[in-house]
Nanobody
Framework: HVQLVESGGGSVQAGGSLTLSCAAS?????????MGWFRQVPGKEREWVVL???????SFTDSVQGRFSVSRDNAGKILYLKMNILEPEDTATYYC????????????????????WGQGTQVTVS
């Protein structure tokens, strides 16, 4: 069964930290895919947070640059998102996703560039 499963969400005070995990299963060549973290709040479009390509090169959206970090464990097929200095504006449901193209680099920052999604994990910052 091909799937992504996120974990690690929760409630935290502003200035705090959380680490999200995304476990992939059911498909091969995990290390050949760009992976991404997105987030969404009710009434708004899903927005990209960070993308990480097959070489481990990451691109962050401006609002999280310097506060968030990303890493991938290719052997364990796990993607991580370390979130520091959290702000109320970071409150959202966070999703991990797999690029629809197995080409190593990231196809784009749009949600449409990704074809496999996790169920999401809620992050609330107060």
């Amino acid at each position: 069964h091909v799937q992504l499963v996120e974990s690690g969400g929760g409630s935290v005070q502003a200035g705090g930290s959380l680490t999200l995990s995304c476990a992939a299963s059911g498909y091969d060549m995990y290390d050949a895919y760009c992976m991404g973290w997105f987030r969404q709040v009710p009434g708004k479009e899903r927005e990209w947070v960070v993308l990480i390509d097959a070489l481990g090169t990451a691109s962050f959206t401006d609002s999280v640059q310097g506060r968030f970090s990303v890493s991938r464990d290719n052997a364990g097929k796990i993607l991580y998102l370390k979130m520091n200095i959290l702000e109320p504006e970071d409150t959202a449901t966070y999703y991990c996703a797999r690029d629809r193209r197995r080409v190593g680099y990231c196809s784009g920052t749009e949600a449409a560039s990704f074809d496999l999604w996790g169920q999401g994990t809620q992050v609330t910052v107060s």
